[in-house]
């Protein structure tokens, strides 16, 4: 939990909230997942345009990253 308030502290409220769907997706396939704005934006109740722009963000943020074969994952995911 400390952590993930330190990494959190660093974000706007709606890329937490995409970054706890995401987290919350890894841990449901246990595994990276497509980084699919669509998808990943019907789950977050927001258009796949508005998504894609925050998982970029949380990408350049570190927050994120894309495996070798261009999936989401977080190291804490693990």
């Not at 396939?29 to 949380?58: Q, V, Y």
Request: aromatic share 6%.
């Amino acid at each position: 939990p400390h952590a993930a308030l330190i990494d959190f502290s660093k974000l706007e409220a709606e890329e937490i909230g995409v970054l706890m769907q995401i987290i919350n997706l890894i841990y449901i396939h246990n595994d990276a997942i497509e980084n699919d704005p669509k998808f990943i934006g019907r789950n977050c109740g927001m258009g796949p345009k508005r998504c894609a722009g925050i998982i970029n963000s949380l990408i350049n943020k570190n927050a994120i990253f894309l495996t070798d074969e261009g999936k989401l994952f977080k190291n804490r995911c693990r």
